[in-house]
């Protein structure tokens, strides 16, 4: 029994002296960090949560912020991955050399597809017509206003005839100015306008000049994608231009027109094809029908300067309507009176290229008849254009 006894003594002994020592242990911890957390705090432009910075037991440990876990988001509620890749609608927006719409539309003869606000200035010379009066499509029926002697006897006379009176010589000569304005309210429709300016070289002396028939319209695009164009175009002639000097045909003509366009990397086609149709013409006035496809390739390309190489092949078909002759007796010239221009087809070759520098384009062109039947035998043209 007083063995027992002994032992419980021990064990009690034992745990007082170890929870003694516990104890010990945590008040010399607790002022261990308090001194910490004081001298710490000193160290920084003092300490916010202390209300007496000289002792321990006021001084508050310092709030600690959560860290968030970094999340991955999804991509559809991620905004730089939501961003498009760069593409053709780019190059409708007109921001800078690699996102002019002109840039997607490099030709210089064919109508372009894209509808997009446009300043341009065009120059071009036209050497040898030879029928200018054919189908009306050029200037009014010429010779009238006095009788002119035909092979064979009699006179060639239309009292109605609305163009030149004077006798031309076999091939004339021409100069045209164009300032064009179109203006889009959106990527797939536009209205335009475009005021010729013209000089006629008879070759005789008189070389007639003014302006000439002024030209408005419309673009409708049917097919609106990124890197196709499929527009409507719509261009009404009204008769502005003096038709007794070479300057204009004398009457209203209607130009509904399909336009296309396709961009290949680097390469860009371009179509048109388009009913010229006379309204309230003279007796020689007919239809015309124009078709054309061009092809371009940017051959240098930075970030400021893109160089295009355009090739182009044009071609009128008269539907009907006739053209005045011009034929030599002698040596010298005469009427021959009036060939049927239905079915005569003409066909032009293009070549030229387009720089573009930011906003703005340059385009230098040459253009030869390929046929015998002909609108001119060479056409040089000039443009400067300018897109928003």
Known sequence: MLRTLKVCRNILGMALFVAGSSTASAQQGEKSNGLFHRWSHRAEAGCTTCTQPNTVQNCQPAPITPLTPKMDL????????????????????????????????????????????????????????????????????????????????????????????????????????????????????SAFADMPYREVDFNNGSSPSGFSDLQLGIKAALV??????????????????????????????????????????????????????????GPIAGNVLQYGAGVGYDLLCTEKFRFTPVAELMGWTALSGFATTVEQFNGIPGPGGQTDAAGQTIVNAKIGARTYFGKNDVYVGYGHAITGNRWYNELVRIEYRRSW
Request: proline content about 9%; glycine content about 10%; aromatic content about 14%.
């Open 74 to 189: 999804p991509k559809s509620a991620d905004p730089i991955a939501n961003q498009p890749d760069p593409t053709f609608s780019d190059l409708a927006s007109g921001a800078g050399v690699g996102s002019s719409a002109a840039l997607a539309a490099p030709g210089g003869y064919l109508d372009s597809a894209i509808p997009k606000t446009t300043f341009r200035l065009r120059y071009e010379r036209g050497t040898d017509m030879n029928r200018p009066d054919r189908a009306e499509y050029f200037y009014a029926q010429c010779f009238g206003g006095a009788p002119q002697g035909i092979r064979g006897g009699g006179t060639l006379f239309n009292p109605n005839a609305r163009g030149p009176a004077q006798l031309p010589p076999p091939n004339i000569d021409f100069q045209q100015g164009f300032a064009y304005f179109e203006y889009a309210f959106n990527n797939r429709f």
């Open 224 to 281: 609106a994608e990124e890197d196709r164009y499929l527009t409507f175009q719509f261009r009404t002639y009204i008769p502005t231009g003096v038709a007794s000097d070479g300057l204009g045909t004398a009457h209203v003509s209607l130009e509904p027109s399909l336009l296309y366009f396709q961009r290949l990397n680097r390469v860009t086609l371009q179509a048109q094809l388009t009913d010229w149709i006379p309204v309230g013409g």
